[in-house]
C-alpha cells in the first residue's frame, strides 16, 4: 500500500490550495482516509477524514468551514480543498488510511495504519 501527496506550495493569505492523495495497492473504498498536518515544532494533529462507507466529512474545529474533505474512488484520489488560508495552516501534511470496518470516525492517530510522505504547506501573512 502506497499514499502519495501532492498539492502543496506557498499561498498567501487568505488563499486556496488543493492537495491530491492518491492511494495504490488497494481500492480506495476500502478504508476511511485521514488528513494531518505537523507546523514547525509542533506535534502532529488531525485535520479532517473521510468515510469509506458513505464520503461522510470529519474536521477539526480549527479548519471546520474553511477545508472540504472529498474523494474519487473511480482514481484512488482524496481530496483536501483548502480556502481561506492563514499562516497558523503552514505545515507538513499527511495522508494516511484508516483499515476499521466499523467504529466512529475520527483523527485518533492510533486508527490510522499507512501513511503518505507529507506535502508542505506555507502560507504567508
Known amino acids: 500500500v502506497q499514499l502519495q501527496a501532492s498539492g502543496g506550495g506557498l499561498v498567501q493569505s487568505g488563499g486556496s490550495l488543493r492537495l491530491s492523495c492518491v492511494v495504490s495497492g488497494f481500492a480506495l473504498d476500502f478504508d476511511t482516509v485521514g488528513w494531518f498536518r505537523q507546523a514547525p515544532g509542533k506535534e502532529r494533529e488531525g485535520v479532517s477524514c473521510?468515510?469509506?462507507?458513505?464520503?461522510?466529512?470529519y474536521y477539526a474545529d480549527s479548519v471546520q468551514g474553511r477545508f472540504t474533505i472529498s474523494r474519487d474512488n473511480t482514481k484512488n484520489t482524496v481530496y483536501l480543498d483548502m480556502n481561506s488560508l492563514k499562516p497558523e495552516d503552514t505545515a507538513v501534511y499527511y495522508c494516511?488510511?484508516?483499515?476499521?470496518?466499523?467504529?466512529?470516525?475520527?483523527?485518533?492517530?492510533?486508527?490510522?495504519?499507512?501513511w503518505g510522505q507529507g506535502t508542505l504547506v506555507t502560507v504567508s501573512s
Open positions: 494516511a488510511t484508516d483499515p476499521r470496518p466499523w467504529g466512529p470516525l475520527g483523527l485518533s492517530e492510533e486508527w490510522f495504519d499507512y
Open positions: 473521510i468515510s469509506r462507507k458513505d464520503g461522510t466529512g
